[in-house]
Structures are given as structure tokens and as C-alpha cells.
Nanobody
Framework: QVQLVESGGGLVQAGGSHTLSCVASGRTFSSLVAGWFRQGPGNEREFVAA????????HYTDSVKGGFTISRDTAKNTVYLQMNSLKTEDTAVYYC?????????????????WGQGTQVTVSS
């Protein structure tokens, strides 16, 4: 069973950039759709971005489109989330996840492997 560990959270100034990493144990990560979700204070967990098994297909929620980029490095069993032009409303705990079944990639319940989350705080 693959395990996911996020890293790279921290405090960043509004308008700045930040990158999150998610490293997976095992050698099966490349066969899974991977995604990033986030949960801000008082909010439900929401979809942020997803990447296909091959890494050639990506999808983003409208609020981060054009600012965030998801990518993966198969050799390193790692998925990244590059965040540019950060806003205070991007403050949240960010989770990486993977799903082993064919299902809608924007729905958190369709992912069955989750990291522990990493806090990103954007200050103005």
C-alpha cells in the first residue's frame, strides 16, 4: 500500500510563490491519479488540482486556474503543487491524495490514499 507524505507548508506573503511536495512510498504511485485538496478555516475540504497517471493531463478548480500548477516526477514518486500569486484566501491545510478507482477526480471521497496535510498560511 502506498503512503503519502506532504511537505513544504509554511508562511508566505500574499503575492508570493510556494511549492508543496508529496512523496509516496512504494513503486505504484505512477499508476494512480493524484490530486491536491485543501481545507481552510471553517470550510469543507475542496478540490484543488489533479494529474493523470501519465502526467500529461491536469485539471484545476477555477479559483486556482492560471496560478497553481500540479506536476509529478515518476522516478521520484513525487507530486508537486506550485502555487503562484498567492492570496490570503489560499490559506488552508493542503492534502495530497491518490485514487485507485475510476471515479470523478474532483470528489474527495473518491480518493482512498491520503497524506497527513501541510499548513499553508498566506499573510498580507
Amino acid at each position: 500500500q502506498v503512503q503519502l507524505v506532504e511537505s513544504g507548508g509554511g508562511l508566505v506573503q500574499a503575492g508570493g510563490s510556494h511549492t508543496l511536495s508529496c512523496v509516496a512510498s512504494g513503486r505504484t504511485f505512477s499508476s494512480l491519479v493524484a490530486g491536491w485538496f485543501r481545507q481552510g478555516p471553517g470550510n469543507e475540504r475542496e478540490f484543488v488540482a489533479a494529474i493523470s497517471r501519465s502526467g500529461t493531463g491536469t485539471h484545476y478548480t477555477d479559483s486556482v486556474k492560471g496560478g497553481f500548477t500540479i506536476s509529478r516526477d515518476t522516478a521520484k514518486n513525487t507530486v508537486y503543487l506550485q502555487m503562484n500569486s498567492l492570496k490570503t484566501e489560499d490559506t488552508a491545510v493542503y492534502y495530497c491524495a491518490a485514487k485507485t478507482r475510476s471515479a470523478l477526480f474532483t470528489t474527495s471521497s473518491n480518493y482512498d490514499i491520503w497524506g497527513q496535510g501541510t499548513q499553508v498560511t498566506v499573510s498580507s
